[in-house]
């Protein structure tokens, strides 16, 4: 073989190289963008795996709850308890007292506690707008179907245009076209509070057997419909759900995955409170008001609800964070109480 030749079969060689070179980098920048695999969603959880926030052992001991929130009974305007002879101290009353009066609009809180049903609650049927709270729900909603096997929590859904929404999350930067699966979309729109993510499982998994869950459940609100998956909530109502919550991590396995992506969220208004106590939550933030909703694991675990009116004295997220705080020195009284 002459020079030419070797030098003509060289380069188709390097070309052939090129080609195979260039086709499997496409192939993964394809993959990576078109497609998003789960596993990147555990690695990007703060450098830690949420898998390990809670294992099946932190619940195995504890049995269904079956409080009933529905019955429970609350005087209006009032700090008021039920199902127990636990009274707060008359300081602490006081200053709760003066924290919601001074504000100048409207807010509630409520505690129960899920080791006996003790609760303590204020305006506990008010509606508020649920804002990003709605997204623990429904986020139950999918996980209780995906336990069930009626949702595939690796099928994918596809990014497009109608499903674009400015707020809060990373979905939105994403190329129109981009496929997420799932259990991907239900974390972002946990843990990153992604309206994005919430929508494109609103529109594709619907409000029917979701508001069965709540009527279920016996909520009077966060109904959706198939054109606002948004709605309105209530102190009292937001409980029923994280009993459920609670409820779910005991009974399957997909229970504590739900679970532990609620304790590892971005925004968690406990931990801002109480840092070295767990919790779970969902906030939500409004044109009208600002929602905690969730599960403080302390020596006596107990579900906490806060909601305020924006307009107050002082900024919404502010009374949001003293009613927190309030809700704990209670719980600590209730614990002393205990002992």
């Not at 209530?234 to 304790?263: K, T």
Request: aromatic share 12%; glycine share 6%; charged share 20%.
């Amino acid at each position: 073989m002459d020079v030419s030749k070797k030098s003509l079969v060289l380069i188709c060689l390097l070309l052939l190289i090129c080609l195979v070179l260039s086709f499997s980098l496409y192939s993964i920048k394809f993959s990576n963008s078109v497609i998003c695999n789960d596993n990147d969603v555990i690695k990007k959880i703060d450098g830690a795996h949420y898998l390990e926030a809670f294992d099946i052992m932190d619940f195995s001991d504890n049995h269904i709850n079956t409080i009933d929130i529905v019955s429970k009974e609350y005087i209006n305007n009032m700090i008021s308890v039920s199902d127990s002879d636990f009274r707060l101290s008359d300081e602490l009353n006081n200053k709760i007292t003066n924290l919601i009066q001074s504000y100048g609009a409207a807010s509630s809180f409520y505690i129960v506690s899920l080791d006996d049903g003790m609760s303590v609650g204020y305006n506990v049927d008010k509606k508020y707008e649920t804002a990003s709270s709605i997204k623990a729900p429904y986020a139950l909603y999918v996980y209780r179907e995906i336990a069930k096997g009626n949702i595939d929590p690796n099928r994918v859904i596809t990014y497009e245009p109608t499903y674009y929404n400015k707020g809060t999350g990373v979905v939105k930067n994403s190329d129109f076209g981009t496929g997420f699966t799932v259990r991907k979309l239900v974390y972002y729109s946990l843990n990153d509070s992604d309206n994005v993510a919430h929508i494109m499982l609103h529109r594709n998994f619907g409000v029917k057997g979701y508001n069965a869950m709540l009527q279920n459940l016996g909520t009077q609100q966060l109904y959706l419909t198939a054109s606002n998956p948004w709605g309105f909530t209530s102190a009292r109502s937001a409980a029923l759900v994280w009993q459920d919550i609670y409820n779910f991590a005991i009974e399957d396995s997909y229970g504590i995955e739900l679970m532990n992506i609620l304790s590892n969220g971005k925004y968690n208004y406990f931990k801002e409170v109480m840092p070295t106590i767990p919790s779970a939550s969902k906030t939500g933030f409004a044109n009208s008001d600002v929602v905690e909703t969730g599960i403080v694991f302390d020596k006596h675990p107990y579900i906490a609800i806060a909601e305020a009116n924006k307009g107050g004295s002082r900024g919404a997220y502010t009374q949001i964070l003293q009613l927190v705080n309030a809700m704990n020195e209670i719980m600590q009284e209730y614990n002393t109480y205990l002992e």
